[in-house]
C-alpha cells in the first residue's frame, strides 16, 4: 500500500481554498458590506495558514498569518473592503499560491511589499485602545480580579478527532480564552485510548473550562467560529456577578456542572453520536484524477469484452450462455453510466476562474466590463473542462480587447459605458454549446476579406459565405488589429483555439452582427471516452457514427438513387437534404448493394445524408484516438474496436455536415450562374 503524500493533499486542499478565497473577494469587492463574504476569505485564510504550518509549508503559513491579521480589521469593521484593499489582497492570493506551488520562485521582498501595502490600507492591525504590549496585556487580563460587570461561564470543549489533521489547535484556542479574561482549564483524560492504540494525530481529550470575563458569550463563541460545526461545545453561565467562582482543584473537577459526562457517562456515548464530525466530513471523498482515468480505462475494456461476449452468445444455441449474456451486458452498461458520471463536473468550477481575468483585464485596459454566466450546472466530462480553458480565456481576451469599445465610444454609440461578457452553456442532444459573446463593435467583414486576400489565403473576388470568412480568424498569424497591445493583436492564440477544439471532436461557429456584438459557440461531445454508436457498412469496411447526431434512416430506393445523379439532394419530408455517397469518399471497388441506405445526420440545425450498404445497428463505441499519422484524416474523429476484435473507424459528423453543405453552395451557385 503506498504511503499517502501529505504535502500533494495539502496543495490540493490549498486550491479548493484559493479558489474560495478568490471568489469571496471578488464578490466582496460587488458587496463591500456583506459580512458573510468577509467571514469567508477568512475562514479560507485561517484553514490555509494551520494547514501550511502542519504540512511542512512554514512560509504559507507566516505569510497568510500576516494577511489574515490585517484583513482580521475588515472582519471587526475597523476598516472599509474598498477596490484598493481587494486589489492587493488579491495579489496576496496570488503569492500564497506561488509559496504552494513554487516556493523556489517567490521574492521575499514582493511579500514584503503586499503585506506592507496591506497593512497601509487596513490601518494599524494593533488595537487602537491597547496601550500596553500584546504579551503584557494577556497577563494584565489574566490576572485581573473581575470587575462589577464580569460573568462567570462554564464550557464543556470536545474536538473531532482529526482537528489537528485539519490543521486546528486546540491549545491555541485555549489560549484565546485565556486573553478574555481569568480562566481556569481542566483536561478530562477518560477517554484516552491504552498507548498501544493511541493515534499520534488524533485528539482524544476534552477541556472543562470555568471563564470569568466581562466580555458578551458572542465573544467567547467568536474564538470557535472556524470550528464550531465539527465539535461539541457548550457554554452556560455558572454564577452571578456577585459570586465569585473559586478555582477547583484536579480532584474537584468532577463535581462540576456536567462533569459526570466526562466519565463513564461519556464513555457510553455510541459512537455515531460522539463521531457526528467525522460522519459529516466522510459524505465525499477526494480521488486522484488519474485513478479515475484508469477506471475509465478499465471499463472501456470492459466493454469491448462485453461485446465480443455479446456476440458469440448471438451465434451459440446455449440458452444459458445468452441470458448471462444479456446479464453481463446490463451490469457493463450499468457501470459505464456510473463512471461516466463520476467523471462528469458543472462546467461553472470553469466559469468561475474567469471572473477574476475579466476582473484584471477590465483594469489593464480601462474597460468597464461585467461577467455574466448562464448554465453553471451544465456537467461535461472533467477532461474536457481541463482542456476547454486554454481556449476560452483567448476568446475572453480577444472578446474584451478587440470586441468591447471604450467606454467613450460605447456612449457614442448609445451603449451603456460597461461592456458585457456573457459565457453560456447548454445542452443540444449529446452536444454541449459553449457560447462566448460580447456586445460590442462586432466582426468588421470588410476588414477580415482584405486582410485574407493581403496574406494570400483567399483570391480578390472569390465568392464565399460568411461563415467560411469568418474560419480565417483562426488561421496562425492573422490578426486584423491595428496595434499590437500587451494583450492581443498578433494573430496567436485563435489558431490554438481551433486545433484544441477539433481535437476534442469539436467544433466552432461564429456569428457576428455590425455594432451590436459577436458570439462563438463551441460545439463538444459531452465525453471523449465512451458513447453510443450506430454501426453500418460500406463496402466491406465498418463504421461507427455518434447515435446522438443521428435523425432518421431511409432506404435510397433505385428510381431516388438514378434522379439525383447530379444533384444529390433528397427529399425528405419536402425538405430538399443534401446528401454524400460514402463509397465514393471511400473510393470502394466493390459493387453497391442493391438497396442501399441513407442515414439523416445532423450537426449545428444543419442536416446531411451519408449514403450506406447496410444498417448493421446500434453499438457502445469506446473511442481510441488515431496516431499522429492520421491527422490528416478529417473525415475520422477516431476509432474502436468491434466484438470480433476488428477495428471500425467513427466518422467525423461535423466534418461531413460542411462537406454536404459546401457541395450544395456550390451547386447553387452554378445554378445562379447558368440562368
Same mark, same amino acid.
Given at each position: ?53 502542519? %504540512? ?27 477596490? &484598493? ?73 470536545? %474536538? ?22 481569568? $480562566? ?18 488524533? $485528539? ?64 457510553? &456515548? ?88 475579466? !476582473? ?33 480565456? !483567448? ?86 488589429? &491595428? ?69 432518421? $434512416? ?64 446500434? !453499438? ?9 499519422? !492520421?491527422?490528416?484524416?478529417?473525415? %475520422? ?39
Amino acid at each position: 500500500m503506498s504511503t499517502p503524500d501529505f504535502a500533494e493533499t495539502f496543495r490540493q486542499e490549498a486550491q479548493d481554498l484559493l479558489e474560495q478565497l478568490e471568489q469571496a473577494l471578488l464578490d466582496l469587492e460587488q458587496a463591500p458590506d456583506d459580512h458573510t463574504l468577509v467571514d469567508s476569505a477568512f475562514r479560507s485564510l485561517h484553514t490555509i495558514k494551520g494547514s501550511g504550518a502542519m %504540512f511542512g509549508f512554514p512560509d504559507v503559513a507566516e505569510f497568510t498569518h500576516e494577511f489574515e491579521t490585517a484583513f482580521d480589521r475588515v472582519r471587526k469593521g475597523d476598516a472599509p473592503s474598498s477596490r &484598493k484593499l481587494i486589489a492587493i489582497a488579491l495579489a496576496a492570493k496570488d503569492h500564497i499560491r506561488l509559496l504552494i506551488d513554487r516556493p523556489q520562485d517567490a521574492d521575499p521582498a514582493v511579500a514584503r511589499a503586499i503585506l506592507d501595502d496591506l497593512v497601509r490600507t487596513v490601518g494599524s492591525t494593533h488595537r487602537a485602545e491597547s496601550a500596553t504590549p500584546p504579551a503584557a496585556e494577556t497577563e494584565r487580563r489574566e490576572s485581573a480580579a473581575p470587575d462589577g460587570d464580569a460573568a462567570i461561564w462554564h464550557l464543556r470543549l470536545r %474536538f473531532a478527532e482529526d482537528v489537528l489533521i485539519r490543521g486546528t489547535n486546540p491549545l491555541g484556542l485555549l489560549d484565546e480564552l485565556r486573553a478574555l479574561g481569568s $480562566c481556569v482549564v481542566t483536561a478530562l483524560t477518560a477517554d484516552v485510548p491504552a498507548l498501544e492504540d493511541m493515534q499520534a494525530d488524533s $485528539c482524544h481529550l476534552e477541556w472543562d473550562v470555568v471563564l470569568t470575563t466581562a466580555h458578551p458569550k458572542a465573544a467567547i463563541e467568536e474564538v470557535f467560529l472556524f470550528v464550531a460545526d465539527d465539535m461539541e461545545l457548550t457554554i452556560e453561565p455558572l454564577a452571578s456577578p456577585d459570586v465569585p467562582a473559586l478555582p477547583p482543584t484536579a480532584s474537584e473537577s468532577d463535581a462540576l456542572p456536567g462533569a459526570s459526562e466526562a466519565g463513564e457517562g461519556r464513555s457510553r &456515548k455510541p459512537d455515531a453520536e460522539s463521531g457526528h464530525g467525522a460522519a459529516k466530513m466522510n459524505t465525499s471523498l477526494r480521488v486522484q484524477a488519474e485513478r479515475l482515468d484508469e477506471l475509465m480505462d478499465r471499463v472501456g475494456e470492459l466493454v469491448i469484452a462485453q461485446a465480443r461476449l455479446t456476440q458469440l452468445a448471438t451465434s451459440s444455441t446455449d440458452a444459458n450462455i445468452k441470458s448471462v449474456a444479456e446479464e453481463i451486458e446490463r451490469l457493463a452498461s450499468g457501470l459505464r453510466d456510473t463512471t461516466m458520471g463520476i467523471r462528469m463536473v458543472p462546467i461553472g468550477s470553469l466559469f468561475g476562474r474567469f471572473r477574476r481575468l475579466i !476582473h484584471d483585464l477590465s483594469r489593464d485596459l480601462g474597460k468597464q466590463v461585467e461577467l455574466a454566466t448562464i448554465g453553471e450546472e451544465t456537467e461535461l466530462d472533467k477532461t474536457m473542462i481541463e482542456r476547454l480553458a486554454d481556449p476560452l480565456v !483567448h476568446l475572453i481576451r480577444n472578446a474584451i480587447d478587440h470586441g468591447l469599445e471604450d467606454p467613450q465610444s460605447r456612449k457614442a454609440a448609445g451603449k451603456q459605458d460597461s461592456g458585457r461578457i456573457r459565457l453560456i452553456a447548454r445542452h443540444s442532444g449529446a452536444e454541449v454549446l459553449v457560447t462566448v459573446s460580447d456586445d460590442g463593435r462586432g466582426l468588421d467583414r470588410n476588414r477580415i476579406r482584405a486582410k485574407a486576400e493581403e496574406q494570400g489565403l483567399l483570391a480578390p473576388g472569390t465568392a464565399i459565405t460568411d461563415a467560411e470568412l469568418y474560419q480565417f480568424l483562426f488561421h496562425p498569424g492573422f490578426s486584423t488589429a &491595428k496595434e499590437i497591445s500587451a494583450v492581443s493583436g498578433r494573430g496567436v492564440g485563435m489558431d490554438v483555439v481551433k486545433r484544441t477544439i477539433e481535437s476534442m471532436r469539436g467544433g466552432i461557429d461564429i456569428s457576428t452582427t455590425p455594432g451590436r456584438g459577436t458570439e462563438i459557440t463551441l460545439r463538444l461531445p459531452l465525453t471523449l471516452a465512451i458513447i453510443e454508436g450506430l454501426l453500418v457498412r460500406v463496402g466491406n469496411g465498418r463504421y461507427a457514427l455518434p447515435l446522438s447526431a443521428v435523425e432518421e $434512416c431511409v432506404e435510397l430506393s433505385h428510381d431516388d438513387d438514378t434522379r439525383s445523379q447530379g444533384r444529390s439532394f433528397l427529399n425528405i419530408r419536402g425538405d430538399l437534404v443534401p446528401f454524400l455517397r460514402l463509397r465514393e469518399i471511400f473510393e470502394t471497388e466493390t459493387e453497391a448493394d442493391p438497396y442501399q441506405k441513407v442515414v439523416i445526420v445532423s450537426s449545428s440545425d444543419l442536416r446531411v445524408g451519408l449514403v450506406v450498404d447496410q444498417i448493421i445497428g446500434s !453499438h457502445q463505441t469506446v473511442i481510441k484516438s488515431l496516431s499522429k499519422l !492520421h491527422a490528416d484524416a478529417e473525415t %475520422f474523429s477516431g476509432a474502436t474496436i468491434l466484438g470480433d476484435g476488428t477495428v471500425a473507424l467513427i466518422l467525423d459528423i461535423a466534418h461531413l455536415v460542411e462537406l454536404g453543405q459546401a457541395r450544395e453552395e456550390k451547386l447553387k451557385a452554378r445554378q445562379s450562374e447558368l440562368t
